[in-house]
Each structure stands twice: as C-alpha cells, then as structure tokens.
C-alpha cells in the first residue's frame, strides 16, 4: 500500500553512463515532481508534471530528462552522469489544488 | 523569488522537554503556505505540518505547534515532549498560492535536532 515508490533506492555507476530513476504514485494525484538532496542536504526543486505536461522546469542541465508516461508514473533520465550528480532523488506528488506533497523514499545515486 | 531561512543548523534536546526551531521567510507573496517536513535517519520526508497564510490561528498537530508570525515573516515549529522518535532533520518550506509553477516546494536548509536522554 505504498504511497508514492522509487526504483532503485540505491544507484552507484560510473561517469559518463545513463540511468533511470523510476516513481510511480498510486494516491490518485495528478501532479508529480522531481527533487534534488545534495550532500548538504539541501533540496531543490528539478522538474514537475501535471497531467503528463511539464510545467516547472528549473535550471537544470539538460542530461536530466523526466517523462511522464501516464499520471501516476514520473521518471527521471539523467545522460552522461558527472560526479556532481551524486545525489538524493526525491519523487513526490500532490493533486492541483491542494498543496500537500507527498515523498518517495529517496533514491541515492553515487556516480564513481 | 522566495527564500527561506533557517538559523539553527543543529540543536539538541532531552526527552519530555520542549524545543523550538525557528525559520524566516522572504517573499512578496500575501497568500502563501507553510510547512515543515521531518527527515529521520531513513530519509524518509514526513510532512510534519502545515499553515495557510490567511489563518492566523497557528496550526497544532499533537505535539506539534507553529507560531506563525505573517508581519516578520517568521514561522517556528515548537515540538513538545520531545521523544527519541522525534530525532531528525527538520526542514521549513514555502509554496505560493497557486497552480502549476506556484506549486513548488522552496526549502530551508534545514535543522538537525537530537533527542537526548
């Protein structure tokens, strides 16, 4: 009965390689998004979707690339991995005029 | 744009007492709202509470309070009866009134807090 998942939790790879971080949310929600946790911990927002139409896009290299497939699924591709994307990828969602998010549990990329 | 401040980079406290985070905000919003989400060693983001800027009766959950102070942009999260269960990072977020580019979090830089026996 998970509420909003990611996969994987756990990702190490090496530069220069491409990776996918899965969300899907089972909440009914229509909006979802994409966070980034450096390792101050600080978060920033990256992307979001609603009804599968970006609608915030942030200053961010375009090697990110999410895709919304339908409603409930979020993913995040990231091309040509650098070191400075080791990072924690939080997923979250929220229905359009309500203004609660609700989080994934994080998925901790470490590129070597 | 929007930013948020958080003094406290790290604080302690004993169980069963009480404590207060504090966090400022900066914004020419008028309608906006307030959060402030818990992240224990799991990672897991817990939303802790929330406040809506045009109520000015501070949110309560259990032992959880703000003082929302909308005049000096001030939003403190007091946690009562600290418990160990309570240790985490705490961090204090914005949102805008409104949809689509409005909808999204800006975050503090968050607060350690640890629940000493």
């Known amino acids: 009965d998970t509420a909003v998942s990611q996969t994987p939790k756990y990702l190490v790879t090496q530069m220069g390689n491409d990776k996918s971080i899965k969300c899907e949310q089972n909440?009914?929600?229509?909006?979802m998004y994409w966070y980034k946790q450096d390792s101050k911990k600080f978060l920033k927002i990256m992307f979001s979707?609603?009804?599968?139409?970006?609608?915030i896009n942030e200053t961010v290299p375009n090697r990110f690339s999410p895709k919304s497939p339908d409603k409930a699924h979020l993913n995040l591709h990231i091309n040509s991995l650098e070191l400075g994307d080791s990072a924690v990828y939080f997923c979250?969602?929220?229905?359009?005029?309500?203004?609660?998010?609700?989080f994934g549990p994080g998925t901790r990329l470490l590129v070597l | 744009a929007q930013t948020v401040t958080q003094s406290q980079p790290e604080m302690s406290v004993q169980e069963a007492e009480t404590v207060t985070l504090s966090c400022t905000y900066d914004?020419?919003?008028?309608?906006?709202?307030l959060f402030w989400y818990k992240q224990p060693p799991s990672r897991q983001m817990i939303l802790v509470i929330r406040?809506?800027?045009?109520?000015?009766q501070n949110a309560t959950e259990n032992r959880f309070s703000v003082n929302f102070q909308k005049a000096a942009k001030s939003f403190s999260l007091k946690i009562s009866d600290s418990q160990l269960g309570d240790t985490a990072m705490y961090f204090c977020?914005?949102?805008?009134?409104?949809?689509?580019?409005?909808?999204?979090?800006?975050f503090g830089t968050g607060t350690r807090l640890q629940v000493t026996l």
């Open positions: 979250a969602s929220s229905q359009q005029g309500r203004q609660t998010q609700y």
């Open positions: 909440l009914g929600h229509d909006t």
């Open positions: 979707y609603n009804n599968k139409e970006l609608i």
């Open positions: 914004t020419s919003e008028s309608n906006y709202y």
């Open positions: 406040q809506e800027a045009y109520k000015q």
């Open positions: 977020a914005f949102m805008k009134h409104g949809s689509g580019t409005a909808s999204k979090l800006t």
